[in-house]
């Protein structure tokens, strides 16, 4: 009797067993199907700190994209690039739709498609922490064991080491502050070097393969946290507009307007381990101070 109650037993709980995978499975199926439906766009970013593999740095911002889809009803993916201006290049043709530029691809890619819009400028907590700023600085860095090297003068006849010539703090403010001291690079040190990004500079000023180098505060910081308390500034720090996001007019602007709306509220958890600490609505006057340095830089090289 006890063997013929066990069995039915059984045979019950597979009932509902298999009651449960017919009930819930087209059930995950249909929640899948309804997302995978959802509009796509891609969000883009320039390659500011390559020194992380492009599967670091989607998983840091897969936190935030996986949020703000969700908040604003459609997905977003990652997508890297190469150098600065491929990622101007995406964003101003539309093959991504959103980006998180610096102020100079910003202007360069604004200058290329005018109808780039704006969204919002990045935060960051200041060096105390007791607020965040839309600011941030750039450096020109050395060993701290290089008694001989102290200010921007004693760099002549040494190599020093660019990002790129798109790069905001990598290039366009360094290169205004030297001339405006006098200081033509090329001219000025022994031999100069475009690197490609900003953890490239600070290894290579650690590997003692350069000199000095130009690179921002995020960087620094993640330098000093891998190479240890080695570095020092050399120079004023340049105060410079945060980064910004960026979107092409292919995004429909109610979607826009919702990232617009929505990233200013995301939970700081969520940002952990990228440049920005918060988002706030900036006008486009904002950069105008980038757009002066650019200009300025184009008529020297021509």
Known sequence: MEAIMNKNFNRLSLFFLLLSITVFCPLSQAAAQRVSSLPQYHFGIPPYQ????????????????VWLGKQAGCRFDFIGAETYEEMIDMIASGRVQVAGLGPVPYVEAKNKNPDLRLLLTELKWNQDKTKLVD?????IVALKKRHDLNSLADLKGKTFA???RNSTSGYQYPNALMRRQGIIPDRFFSRVYFLGSHPRVTDAIAAGSVDAGATWDFNLARAIKKHGDIFKIISPPSAIPNLAVVANPSLPLAVQRKIQQILPT???ALLRG???DGFVVRPDSFYDAVRVIVKQAKKEQQ
């Open 50 to 65: 390559k020194g992380q593999t492009v599967d670091e740095i989607r998983s840091l911002y897969k936190p935030l994209l």
């Open 135 to 139: 600011v941030y600085h750039g450096y």
């Open 162 to 164: 660019f990002v790129d």
């Open 266 to 268: 995301i939970p700081a």
């Open 274 to 276: 990228l440049p920005a």
